[in-house]
Each structure stands twice: as structure tokens, then as C-alpha cells.
């Protein structure tokens, strides 16, 4: 089992550029959840998604960010036109059922803006 | 406005301490509240966790304690060894409705050092 695999590990961009962050869920597991940490700070909620479904998306900024969980292939957090604010390190979860009981996190990726 | 609040943000332990790390929580629909160890580099990884129902649960050398009127729970690490040298974070979360995801509200975390 390997795990929740996020890719990359790193990514640099400059400002204006796209950002594109994956994440595979555990196998067996159709729930996923993003969150971002930012420096000094604890993780901070973004969005919930089922395949094919977005569950919730209270925490997600309004502009430039979206998520997906197509029926097949990965999640992917998606920053558009990112600004220095959006350097941060992202972490997807996963958990096999509608639970709040103690999801497993990715290694994140840590995206660098300049 | 931070729903879990955690102190200290850093704290230095001789080997075979105990380390001790406090939470505080406002929202009385909280109904879980887990534990959480993140290595540099690395995601966060479930370490131990608890339900309102219960003021402590104990697994190995990790113990939480729950204090439900004073809406506080804490972590503690008994003979602390070098290896538990990383960043805890507590953690809370509402008890699962239609109405309500699945996300958890986290701490600003604690850097544990174990100095041997």
C-alpha cells in the first residue's frame, strides 16, 4: 500500500504562472480532502471532494483556485495566475468512507512562487 | 479566527522527560479531537486521538487528556526520546451531519525537541 502519493514535491513558479498539484488516494479510498499549510501555521482546511464531486469547498479562496476528482486519475488542486501568498506547502488526504475519523495525509507539495 | 489554540509553539525536553502540550477549543460541537505528528519533509501522521466521552486515553509512551467544562485537551509524552523530536498538532473536528464535512480544524503547532 503506497500510501497517498502527491506530485510533485516541489514546484516553483512565477508569478502569473499556473500551478497544478496531484494527489492519488490510498487504494480503496474516494474521498479526498485538501489542505495548506503555510509557514509557522497549522493546516487549513480547502476543499472535500468524492469522485466526481465537490462536497465542500467552504474553505477554498474564491478566485484562482479549483479542485477535481475525475472518475479515474487523480485529484488535482489547480492555482491559476498564483502571487507570492500562494507559496505554501499543500497536503491531499484520503479516506476510504464519509468520515472524519483520523484520514491519512500525502507528504504534500511545496509550491515556491517568485 | 483560530477554533483550536495551541501552546507552546516550541519546547525543549531532556531525554526521558515529559513533554506536555495544551490545546484549547471554543466550539462545544466539537466531538473529536486527534493528534497529529508531522516529521520535516513529511505529511502529518495520526499519532492518537480521542472523543469527548472520555477525559483520557493512553497508548504507549502517548496520553491524552480531556477536560470537557474547561474545553481543553492536552498531550503528553512520557520518557520522551530524541526520535519524538518533531511537530505536534492538535486537532478538532464537528461530529459528522449532513450538514457538516469532514474537515478538521487544526492547531498553530508545537516543535518538540528531544535533546538527549
Known amino acids: 500500500n503506497a500510501g497517498v502519493m502527491q506530485n510533485p514535491r516541489h514546484l516553483v513558479r512565477r508569478r502569473g504562472q499556473e500551478a497544478r498539484l496531484r494527489c492519488s488516494p490510498m487504494?480503496?479510498?474516494?474521498?479526498v480532502y485538501w489542505y495548506r499549510q503555510l509557514p509557522e501555521e497549522g493546516l487549513k482546511f480547502m476543499v472535500y471532494?468524492?469522485?466526481?464531486?465537490?462536497?465542500?469547498e467552504s474553505g477554498m479562496p474564491k478566485e484562482r483556485f479549483s479542485a477535481e476528482f475525475p472518475k479515474e486519475g487523480p485529484s488535482i488542486l489547480r492555482i491559476q495566475q498564483v502571487v507570492r501568498g500562494d507559496s505554501a506547502a499543500y497536503f491531499c488526504?484520503?479516506?476510504?468512507?464519509?468520515?472524519?475519523?483520523?484520514?491519512?495525509f500525502g507528504s504534500g507539495t511545496r509550491l515556491t512562487v517568485v | 479566527q483560530q477554533q483550536v489554540k495551541q501552546s507552546p509553539q516550541s519546547l525543549i525536553v531532556q531525554k526521558g522527560g515529559i513533554s506536555i502540550i495544551n490545546c484549547a477549543y471554543e466550539?462545544?460541537?466539537?466531538?473529536?479531537f486527534p493528534w497529529y505528528q508531522q516529521f520535516p519533509g513529511k505529511g502529518p501522521a495520526l499519532l492518537i486521538a480521542?472523543?469527548?466521552?472520555?477525559s483520557e486515553k493512553k497508548e504507549g509512551r502517548f496520553t491524552i487528556s480531556f477536560n470537557k467544562s474547561a474545553k481543553q485537551f492536552s498531550l503528553h509524552i512520557m520518557d520522551s526520546q530524541p526520535g519524538d523530536s518533531a511537530t505536534y498538532f492538535c486537532?478538532?473536528?464537528?461530529?459528522?451531519?449532513?450538514?457538516?464535512?469532514?474537515?478538521?480544524?487544526f492547531g498553530t503547532g508545537t516543535s518538540l525537541t528531544v535533546i538527549p
Open positions: 488526504a484520503s479516506s476510504p468512507r464519509d468520515t472524519n475519523y483520523g484520514y491519512t
Open positions: 487504494k480503496g479510498h474516494s474521498h
Open positions: 471532494l468524492q469522485k466526481e464531486n465537490i462536497i465542500d
Open positions: 466550539n462545544t460541537a466539537f466531538d473529536y
Open positions: 480521542i472523543r469527548p466521552d472520555v
Open positions: 486537532a478538532a473536528s464537528l461530529a459528522k451531519t449532513s450538514n457538516t464535512g469532514n474537515q478538521f480544524y
